[in-house]
């Protein structure tokens, strides 16, 4: 699979981006809230590999500024995967209804 939409952090990186436009690393650690800077560090990378992320450093600032956002590809599938997004908020509550339901089977 080109893009590994099933990774959570991914689709909430790519939402985070979207919505937000450019971000510093600890922008958006904060925005995805319970990630690990290891699990973020690969997911950027990743993204970026797959021509989805853009990173920009600025080498003239101290420490050097990196800024992350999407790129129009990136764009163009977080755009796609919105409605997805919208879902899984909507309904987070009734899937864990549903689980705690199973597990007291």
């Not at 129009?72 to 689980?99: M, P, Q």
């Amino acid at each position: 699979m080109l893009v590994d939409l099933a990774d959570k952090w991914v689709l909430l990186m790519l939402a985070s981006l979207r919505e937000s436009g450019v971000q510093r690393y600890s922008e958006l650690q904060r925005s995805l809230g319970g990630i690990s800077r290891k699990m973020l560090s690969q997911t950027l990378r990743t993204l970026e590999r797959d021509g989805l992320v853009l990173r920009t450093v600025d080498v003239k600032m101290a420490p050097p500024l990196v800024l992350y956002e999407l790129t129009e590809l990136g764009r163009e599938i977080a755009e796609e995967t919105r409605a997805l997004c919208t879902w899984t908020e909507k309904r987070t509550a009734t899937v864990y209804e549903a689980r705690a339901a199973y597990d007291r089977r």
